[in-house]
């Protein structure tokens, strides 16, 4: 950690741009129209290149799932276990960046890692990548965070580190900033900043 004392102005002013999830203030950031294309997370291609398989998949059809009890269930159960067995960790403590997006294999990590590990494990369980979306929100105080959006046929629900409860993304009281896209998993897709609540998480 000694090696970041005298970077830690610079450092500061980087987490506040980049850090998905442990960032001190917003910017006020101004975001592209609902549905454009926005430039992928900071920590999202070092991701894919260090596990292709999790970032497989080039263009398909937009899929929901069908919310039936039994898959509720099952995402009840992975969103419990996940939070449940995974200790936070901040990037910084854990890799001595400010930000890494990694599967938190030795049992530590921070918002978005609990994301990559809930949809890793609903895929490997079956679920369509087309309905799990990794999407970056901005919470009550206005920081960075991470959670992963499940569309369904019955709402869009959000599966969150911060949360005990799968919720309605209108429920969350977060704004919405951008998500991967349905179609493509490497392509992310803006989801406006200004526009009424109502209408923000609704885009491919
Ligand atoms: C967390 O879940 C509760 C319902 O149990 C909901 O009322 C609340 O708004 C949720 N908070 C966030 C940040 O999603
Ligand atoms: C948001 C949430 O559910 N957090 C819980 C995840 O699991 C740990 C360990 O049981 C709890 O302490 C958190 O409250």
Redesign the pocket.
Known sequence: MFGFRGQGKGLAVAAILFATCVSAKAGDVVYASLGDVARSPIGWVEFCADNPAECRGGATQPRDIVMSQTAWRDLVRVNKWVNESIKPMTDMDHWGVIEKWSLPTDGYGDCEDYVLLKRKMLMDAGWPREALLITVVR??KGEGHAVLTVKTDKGEF?L?N????I?AWT????RFVKRQSQSDPNVWVSLGDNRPAVSTASSR
């Not at 911060?162 to 409860?165: K, R, V």
């Not at 429920?171 to 977060?174: A, K, L, N, Q, S």
């Open positions: 919470d009550k959000v969150d911060q949360n005990e409860s919720v429920e969350t009281g977060y």
